[in-house]
């Protein structure tokens, strides 16, 4: 198990930092603690690291070392599945995951000797990062960003102030000037967003009974209208192709929209504040979103939306001295260094009081999406595959769907994301 976990690891790592007197040695090392972050991040926590084995509490913890690994926030759960015993002593991950960290234990809580921490995380973080973590009476994890989403950019030599109010404008400046838009229309995290603004539900609901199910109603009029949209703008059968031939949306990794806006074939698209870092200037994100037309109406565009946050390993040796640390690193001064940083909207109330919060586009795109978000909690099995494929066949060429097999599709869509799940 040990070995599987160390390449998982070697996968997805970039890099390793670390803080303190101690060597970096390993994660046997009594006196060490790891902490798992995204790649973006790790100069923050590296600095955080030494200043908490150098000043934190008069030193007390002077003798450790903070390990620093880059480690991708939606890996957590996987990985430290693996072997607990061998994952980080703190690791951040997405709101998405903490449901199912808490059901297998992952992720210790903030009761007991503890409760203080829970007491801090309710009076320091904005209301709305509280629900997901917070299961009854118990806390279960550090709120540390409030940008767990993906917003829209574009390029401010291209579109004015007035194309951006609508995608149908986007959508077809891009088209007659023969550019690309990048959207991860394969994707459940973005596709889902034609199903989320047509008014569709994806999510588990308790019936009176208490019982679990779970609600989705895309095989229906309004999720007909979300798919025919979708297809309109993603097919090659309804035309929407620049000369016929040569897509206007394209799909999207980290890299497209950085790379397409520096050779110019890109002029928008849509992803999340991690990518700010690598986009020349004239690539900005809106402040609000374009409308999405469903049917004849051009709707307020909706799509998923959750907080990222530190968790603290219940299996590794110095649970209490990891305690300290993750509250160390997500407090106000590390939520300010993490945004100064990366530009990662923070939740600590004072930090998003501060005027350079105030005054960042980033921050202004961002709660526009925190005001038209879905809540970004658990789904079912075969949710992301089943979005997965409905989109990669909306693009097919070969066997693809068709406007008219759109109905049919959503049947399968639909009957897929269930799985074994009680429907409500």
Known sequence: MKKLLSVLLASATAVTACAGLAACDGAENSKELVIWCPSAAMAVYTK???????????????????????????????????????????????????????????????????????????????????????????????????????????????????DIVSFDKVFKKAQEANKHIAFAYDNGWYNTAWFMTAGCTMDYVVDSSGTKKYKIDVDSEKGLLAAQSLHTYVSKETGMFANGENPVIIGCDNATIPNGAKDGSVVAGFQGSWISGDLPAKI????????????????????????????????????????????????????????????????NKKVVASDAVKESPIAQAIADRAAHGYSQLSQTADFWSSFETFGKNLRLETGATTYAGLADALKLLQVGVLGDETPA
């Open 284 to 347: 900005v994100p809106a402040a609000k979103a374009p409308k999405i037309k469903i049917g004849e109406e051009e709707k307020e565009m909706v799509n998923f939306f959750t907080y990222k946050y530190a968790g603290v390993n219940p299996a590794r040796k110095n649970v209490d001295i990891a305690m300290e640390l993750a509250a160390f690193i997500t407090n106000e001064a590390g939520q300010a260094a993490r945004f100064e940083a990366t530009a990662s909207n923070p939740t």
């Open 48 to 162: 955080l690291g030494e200043e908490f084995v150098s000043t934190y509490n008069d030193g007390a913890y002077k003798d450790y070392t903070i390990k620093v690994i880059a480690h991708e926030e939606g890996n957590a759960e996987t990985d430290l599945g693996v072997d607990l015993t061998q994952g980080a002593d703190v690791y951040f991950t997405e709101g998405g995951q903490i449901e199912r960290l808490i059901t297998k234990k992952y992720i210790q809580p903030l009761t007991g000797k503890y409760a203080k921490y829970a007491e801090t995380v309710k009076s320091d973080n904005t209301e709305a990062a509280l629900p997901t973590i917070t299961k009854g009476e118990t806390v279960y994890a550090f709120p540390a960003t409030a940008d767990n989403t993906w917003f829209f950019w574009y390029d401010n030599t291209f579109f004015d102030e007035d």
